[in-house]
């Protein structure tokens, strides 16, 4: 009994020195993350390529990003998004907010995405728009 009582409080002990974080939980990753920012773009490119819109979207703003270990890196991303002024077809061209306000507008969306970067693997889980 004691022994139980001791490795439960042994248990609760680590876990509040870990921070909280339960390993394979989700925690906060700095916006700047090259690995989360990969992640994202991949994202929105796929988004733009199943979109009937003739007009690329692009990322305004990175709201959130968190992360999972799991087997390779889950990403859960908050972004907002704008229509640009450049077609779809303009893949590579920068491209600035369209000027019409109108089609400017930004949204928000919510990215789930599975990397495995050392594979050249990124697969887009849940999209929330």
Excluded at 38 to 57: C, E, G, P, Q, T
Excluded at 82 to 89: D, E
């Amino acid at each position: 009994m004691a022994k139980t009582l001791f490795l439960a409080v042994f248990a609760a002990v680590l876990a509040v020195s870990l921070g909280g974080m339960m390993t394979g939980g989700w925690r906060d990753v700095h916006v700047n993350d090259s690995n989360a920012r990969d992640a994202l773009k991949f994202a929105v490119d796929s988004r733009n390529n199943l979109s009937n819109d003739m007009y690329r979207h692009d990322v305004l703003e990175v709201v959130k990003i968190e992360q999972q270990v799991v087997s390779g890196m889950k990403y859960r991303i908050t972004a907002n998004l704008t229509r640009t002024a450049c077609r779809k077809s303009d893949f590579n061209e920068t491209c600035s907010t369209n000027q019409n306000q109108d089609s400017a507008t930004s949204y928000q969306c919510t990215f789930t995405i599975w990397s495995k970067p050392w594979e050249k693997f990124n697969k887009v889980l849940e999209e929330k728009c």
